[in-house]
């Protein structure tokens, strides 16, 4: 499945830009390519950038999800636009999708950002939210304060809200426009870890970054990080939770730019 991209880059492309590998941005659950729009366009000014939508996510196909089946569609879609090998950044989800890829098919690979979800099911998911999205009741017309006023009886989170309105078709005849329901029938496979089998490893460059205050990445997690990713470093984002690039972006650019210009 080719994946809707955003691509953006420098203006002047010089021989050192042209020769460093692209970064390709991947969010989470329910997110969209553009949600990184912030970083993407931080890096941009000095390489090749790709943000995508993952299957059923942003303007991307719909389709059932397993992290196998959306490493596949990542390297299809790299492989169409000629951007392999590429550097991956990936946060929770994407992060899954990132490591899949790596550790299935390493050459593709350059190095590995993964951010707040480590290679194991970590026992926190979004089962309860998709399946309360699926009973929202859509009128005839809808415009975009009156989704969030339909939205508030069942996600009174203002921040969790905010990310599921992007998410919904306004005007005549609204709806989701993300493959809801694939998702929802998918989130089983999305909230696990795929099995990897023996002596699949990553030796490139990798760096976990961990919110201070998520219950994501855990002690326990280290040794399989360690021997999935032996050259793996681990890095915490203080005042931040699971959105650690929402909740500190700042300190999130700073360790992802100094990640990629190194690496």
Known sequence: MLLNVIERGPEDVTPDTAGRPPIVLLHGLFGRARNLGFFQRRLATTRRTL?????????SPHGLMDYYTMAADLLETLAHHNALPAT???HSMGGK???TLALTRPGMVHSLLVADIPPARTGHGQFALGEQMLRVPFPPFLNRAGADRLLQHYIPNTDVRALMLQNI???ENPGWSIGLREIVE??????????????YTYPGPTL???GGNSPYIRPEHYAIMRRLF???RLELIEQAGHWLHVENPERFAELLENFTEKY
Request: include cysteine; proline fraction near 11%.
């Open 51 to 59: 943000a995508i939508d993952l299957r059923n996510h942003g303007d």
């Open 88 to 90: 991956l950044v990936g």
């Open 97 to 99: 999708v990132a490591m």
């Open 169 to 171: 078709r306004v005007g």
């Open 186 to 199: 998918s989130l089983p496979n999305v909230e696990n870890w795929p099995y990897i089998p023996e002596g």
């Open 208 to 210: 976990f970054l961990a």
């Open 230 to 232: 032996p050259c793996y």
